[in-house]
């Protein structure tokens, strides 16, 4: 480790992670010397080839699914793009999609698209902890529903949608799943085989592997047809010529990621957790985003009451901690989160909240400096905001005694 990285407390690991070196060691190779076009016939590209048959095989086992059924695809949002898109156009009787209102804007936007080019869409709501009744689910699935698609994991409270059972409820209606794993994927256990999920989005950087490549897996008896079309690749399921470093990044990220799975479990799990039980204890008026639900073992969501998250990430910005408002997608405007919206529909926690995510990457003392920095963080933005309450407050009242003056 550099010592960049040792100032730098990054904890916005589901926005995007750290590269692992071996990733990198593992890609070089295929950024300098082994440049060939994969579909070529002679014996240089055969390297390429093979490269790419063990990523797959890689990937294959770290999801518990068969290579054959892999796609790799240029990140998450494509994938989940190519999934939807495919199973419009292929069910005859595909006039309706079930989501979830706390989707990625990479599943929302696709079937707010759909919605606008005549599509039912059905956003199935959460409760205060960020949960889908599934009862309200089944019943929201009609003769007409092409597609359910909900997502494994929330990048923004961490929290888990049963999507076994939800896969289940899907076949049972003779209606396809999808589920937008990104979040999921080097942080939980996925057994593919084991469910009725036919079609699952995956993305590299978010587990230690290289940005701009993803897949897509399409269960073998599904169909598929692909968004991007051209020369045969992948299959005939995704054309363009194969991104073939990140694919070999994504390969040996699965790979690592397969290996350090009970590290996530344990190790990571257990610095998320002294992490929340602190803040909890040292910071009054702090609680977290889907407390009582299932959740990923790296991702706490707090709510402060009386701060503003934009000015609390400025000023952990300035001890070089890095964290998040919702999601990173949305930092730099103005809109609140859509998920904690969602989840407290009332309150106005969505102004009021951070994310922090944790990696492998992250060491107890980087731990224990943000344990330190976040009360007076906190208490220094409740001090700001208490002026400007009371003046506002001053002049409301001067407002009142003019007319009388
Ligand atoms: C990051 C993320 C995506 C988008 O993946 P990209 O590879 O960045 O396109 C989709 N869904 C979820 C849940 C994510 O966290």
């Not at 994310?355 to 344990?371: E, G, K, L, M, P």
Request: proline share 4%; glycine share 6%.
């Amino acid at each position: 480790m550099t010592t960049t990285t040792d100032e730098l407390i990054y904890l916005d690991n589901n926005a995007t992670t750290q590269l692992d070196p071996v990733v990198i060691e593992e890609m070089l190779p295929f950024l300098t010397e082994h440049y060939a076009n994969p579909s070529a016939s002679y014996r240089f590209a055969a390297k390429a080839r093979k490269a790419i048959d063990l990523a797959r095989a890689r990937l294959a086992t770290l999801l518990g699914c068969e290579a054959s059924e892999i796609v790799f695809t240029s990140c998450g949002t494509e994938s989940n793009n190519a999934v939807i898109n495919s199973a419009l156009r292929f069910e005859p009787r595909g006039k309706h999609v079930v989501t979830s209102a706390v989707e990625h804007s990479a599943v929302l936007r696709p079937c707010q698209d759909l919605a606008n080019r005549g599509c039912e869409v059905t956003f199935v709501g959460v409760d205060r902890d960020g949960n889908v009744d599934l009862a309200e689910l089944e019943a929201a699935i009609r003769p007409a529903t092409a597609i359910v698609s909900l997502m494994w994991a929330n990048n923004e409270t961490g929290v888990l949608f049963p999507v076994e059972k939800i896969a289940e409820i899907c076949r049972k209606k003779g209606v396809l799943f999808h589920t937008d794993a990104v979040q999921a994927i080097g942080k939980i256990p996925v057994r593919l085989h084991d469910t009725t999920i036919n079609f699952l989005s995956l993305s590299a950087h978010k587990f230690h592997g290289p940005k701009g490549v993803g897949a897509v897996y399409v269960n073998r008896r599904t169909r598929f047809r692909p968004l991007i079309v051209g020369g045969g690749q992948e299959n005939e399921r995704r054309g363009g010529t194969e991104n073939v470093a990140s694919i070999v990044g994504l390969g040996k990220a699965a790979e690592c990621a397969a290996e350090s799975l009970s590290e996530e479990a344990t190790r990571v799990r257990a610095m998320r957790d002294r992490f929340e039980k602190r803040i909890l204890e040292s910071i009054p008026g702090a609680s977290v985003n889907g407390w009582s639900a299932a959740r990923l073992p790296n991702t706490s969501s707090f709510l402060f009451d009386g701060i503003e998250s934009q000015a609390a990430l400025m000023l952990l910005d300035r001890h070089h901690i890095c964290c998040s408002a919702g999601s990173a997608c949305r930092t730099g405007s103005q809109e609140t989160s859509h998920v904690l919206r969602a989840m407290n529909s009332s309150g106005d926690g969505a102004r009021r909240s951070l994310r922090f995510s944790f990696s492998r990457f992250n060491s107890d003392a980087q731990i224990d400096r943000a344990i330190e920095i976040m009360p007076k963080v906190i208490d220094k933005l409740r001090q700001l905001s208490t002026p400007a309450r009371e003046s506002a407050q001053i002049l409301q009242e001067a407002a009142g005694i003019a007319p009388e003056a």
